[in-house]
């Protein structure tokens, strides 16, 4: 129908014409959720397999042309899959989008990163089958297309040990010569290292970094790597938990800088090492380390209490480029945001306009949904991000998001993994959100003004949804604080691009 006639209507044509539209596309596109983009996936979400064994996605990177590479876990084997820019899986690569990687062991991966030539590193771990026997770092070399690439380590594969029967590889990074730093923990019977390795881009160990191409650290009696990052000077960052040898306090955020070399570079912290304790009663458990553009570092993970009762909140500290608390962020360095129930952060990434986005989700088995969380630079929640700074998402099971990042200011993408109520299921998730600036009429967030929102107001006009705040004031387009047939009206002629 022309603008012309439409314009023209009497005032009762225009009320048939607005039911017709309401009623028949109300299920069409259905109902996006607060802050997913539902033009991502089926309205904003992913849930997917790798060959329908039980998933989950552990490590995702979005590649130069907008596709999203993820690696996880598939049934005991490394899983990898790609998809499109807009959710779908890419047939071009693996086996219709998907490969997975057995050796008749048990594998897992923790990491991946992309070479400038479109090649792939996945780094995870190798369990033995008998109890008691050794787990090895893996690192796993793969072609564009998803075939193992024989030109590294052994037919694609690097497996080794740090010394002891305990290794575990958390974190893989790249360095400008192409170079592979893999960073993780071993050790056994409570007493664990900070290990790192250099790889050369054959899979050889590079004898020009620590002994032999490793580097063992120690914070305290016991460290445990969570994740590493590499500064643009070359320098490594890794970030994790030590305890003392008693185990009579709780654990404490651990970071520790190494030079090119791998030895440790005494101008950060204490000779190299920095260790943050929350006091007597809460244990400061790191998950994430974050590498802002102006070279801070931020250690997130969980403030835990176990008595009397357990409390487990989100836990950001940030650090200067010398290692010391950054007094400009939070309460003297650290920001805890506390959710109402037991979670923990997981994943971090920051903005290109400066703003901090950590991920999680709950602890406690079966209860877990997708949070998010947006800070401003200075470790203040921001308001203006769906409900008071928090944006929690339910996919229908127990989500935990392992992997986040911000494409533009506008838009997030998480993966994870989502395990349903009874544990019969597994999938790995990707979830796109719509983050960017209120726009009026923009009620589902999907960063348009377009029919389905006309659709959404109408719906809460008849009390068959209920708004979120967010969502009531994109849908009050005349600011008069009541939602009603006006703001329908208002937004189909902003979708259909009337004006009168």
């Known amino acids: ?21 309401i009623f028949g596309t109300m299920f069409l596109k259905g109902t996006a959720l607060a802050g997913l983009d539902a033009s991502f996936g089926s309205n904003g979400v992913v849930l997917n397999t790798f060959q329908g064994k039980k998933s989950g996605f552990t490590a995702m990177e979005r590649l130069p042309d907008g596709k999203i590479l993820v690696a996880g ?4 084997d490394i899983g990898l899959a790609r998809f ?82 305990v290794n575990d590889t958390r974190s893989v990074a790249l360095q400008s010569d192409g170079k592979i730093i893999l960073g993780g923990t071993t050790g056994g019977y409570n007493s664990f290292r900070f290990a790192l390795a250099r790889l050369n881009q054959d899979g050889s160990f590079d004898s020009g970094f620590g002994n032999d191409g490793k580097v063992l650290t120690s914070i305290m009696h016991s460290s445990v790597l969570r994740d590493l990052a590499l500064q643009p000077d070359g320098k490594i960052v890794a970030g994790g938990i030590t305890s003392n040898a008693n185990f009579d306090e709780p654990e404490n955020f651990a970071l520790v800088r190494y030079k090119e070399n791998g030895s440790l570079d005494e101008t950060f912290g204490n000779q190299g090492t920095v260790r943050t304790s929350l006091g007597e009663r809460f244990f400061a458990i790191a998950e994430n380390l974050l590498l802002q553009p102006d070279g801070k570092i931020i250690l997130g993970g969980r403030k835990l209490r176990l008595f009397p009762a357990p409390v487990s909140d989100f836990l950001m500290i940030r650090y200067t480029l010398t290692g010391a608390m950054d007094t400009a962020f939070g309460d003297r360095g650290i920001v805890v945001t506390d959710w109402g129930e037991q979670i923990s952060l997981s994943a971090m990434t920051v903005q290109p306009d400066g703003k901090i986005v950590a991920a999680g989700a709950g602890i406690a ?11 401003h630079s200075d470790g203040t929640l921001d308001e203006m991000f769906g409900e008071g700074g928090r944006l929690r998402t339910h996919l229908g099971g127990y989500e935990y ?36 600036p209120l726009i009026p009429g923009d009620v589902n967030r999907d960063g348009g003004v377009n029919m389905s929102d006309a659709v959404l107001v109408f719906r809460y006009i008849v ?8 969502q009531s004031r994109a849908a009050n387009l005349h600011r008069d604080d009541t939602i009603d047939i006006r703001d329908v009206l208002a937004i189909l002629h902003e979708a259909l691009g009337i004006r009168e």
């Open 1 to 21: 129908m022309s603008k012309t006639v439409l314009l023209n209507m009497r005032q009762s044509e225009r009320w048939g014409c607005l039911l017709t539209v």
């Open 73 to 76: 876990t598939a049934d005991g």
């Open 84 to 165: 499109t820019p807009d959710g779908h899986l890419d047939l071009s690569f693996g086996e219709g989008g998907t490969i997975t990687y057995d050796q008749g062991r048990h594998e897992y991966a923790t990491d991946l990163v992309i070479q400038p030539d479109g090649k792939i590193i996945v780094a995870g771990g190798m369990l033995e089958d008998s109890p008691g026997s050794t787990t090895y770092f893996l690192a796993l070399r793969f072609t564009p297309d998803g075939r193992l690439d024989t030109t590294f380590g052994i037919e694609g594969k690097v497996r080794f040990t740090m010394g002891s029967s």
């Open 365 to 375: 088995y079966p209860v877990g949904d997708v949070l998010l969380a947006r800070y």
């Open 401 to 436: 998001t392992s992997s986040i990042h911000s494409f533009s200011n506008d838009r997030l993408l998480a993966a994870g993994s989502s395990i349903s109520n009874t544990g019969h299921t597994a999938f790995g998730f990707l979830t796109q959100f719509y983050v960017g």
């Open 463 to 470: 009390e068959l949804e209920t708004p979120t705040p967010l």
